[in-house]
């Protein structure tokens, strides 16, 4: 392991940004100290994303704030833009600050090419922060990788789902959920 690299805070990220060191249609996240760069956006990862969002929507309705592609603070280093996080409601949508670990119920990634990253690198960030919940939608293979009971070593629990199974999120034990409903007809 590298001991003489130099993490960069999320204060520091956001200071960069601030000061134009990015490009506007640049997408990035800050993960574990370190600036990387997001995937492009491909058709099907897009729609994957509205589906599940119109879907979430119609079964949670008000009892959350649902935000795509939106930072949530893990900790003092991390800041990623999960596809789709479900959290908790704040009385100012979270003018103030980004949700943090403590305010989400589920966090979801929708993998077409990125599936590696999301269950190596992801996983563990979610799961060191507390992330209770973490799905990752694979387009591609048609399942659902869902993670629980998070640890600092990574999650204790994880579950490779077929496209017939029906799940629901820990938070939300009456929201049923096919995951065929969440991927493209066939």
Same mark, same amino acid.
């Given at each position: ?18 000061? =134009? ?15 990387? *760069?997001?995937?492009?956006? =491909? ?11 119109? !879907? ?5 309705? $008000?009892?959350?704030? !649902? ?8 900790? $003092? ?5 999960? $596809?789709?996080?479900?959290? +908790? ?16 119920? !589920? ?8 599936? +590696?990253?999301?269950?190596?690198? +992801? ?19 048609? +399942? ?9 070593? =990574? ?18 034990? $009456? ?7 969440? !991927? *493209?007809?066939?």
């Amino acid at each position: 392991m590298l001991t003489n690299i130099r993490l960069i805070s999320v204060q520091e990220y956001h200071q960069m940004a601030e000061m =134009g060191i990015f490009h506007p249609e640049e997408r990035l996240e800050l993960i574990a100290g370190q600036i990387v *760069r997001m995937s492009a956006k =491909g058709t099907a990862h897009e729609s994957a994303i509205t589906r599940t969002e119109r !879907l979430l929507r119609q079964r949670l309705g $008000d009892k959350v704030l !649902l935000r795509i592609q939106s930072p949530v603070q893990l900790d $003092d280093y991390s800041e990623p833009e999960p $596809d789709i996080s479900v959290v +908790k409601l704040d009385p100012l949508d979270y003018e103030d600050h980004h949700p943090n670990a403590s305010q989400v119920y !589920l966090l979801i990634e929708i993998a077409d090419s990125s599936l +590696k990253y999301d269950r190596e690198v +992801k996983a563990i960030a979610y799961a060191k922060s507390g992330i209770i919940e973490y799905w990752i939608l694979d387009v591609t293979g048609r +399942k659902l990788y869902m993670y629980r009971l998070p640890s600092p070593d =990574g999650y204790h629990s994880e579950s490779i789902l077929a496209e017939d199974v029906t799940i629901s999120p820990l938070a939300f034990s $009456d929201c049923a959920i096919a995951i065929r409903e969440l !991927l *493209r007809k066939v």
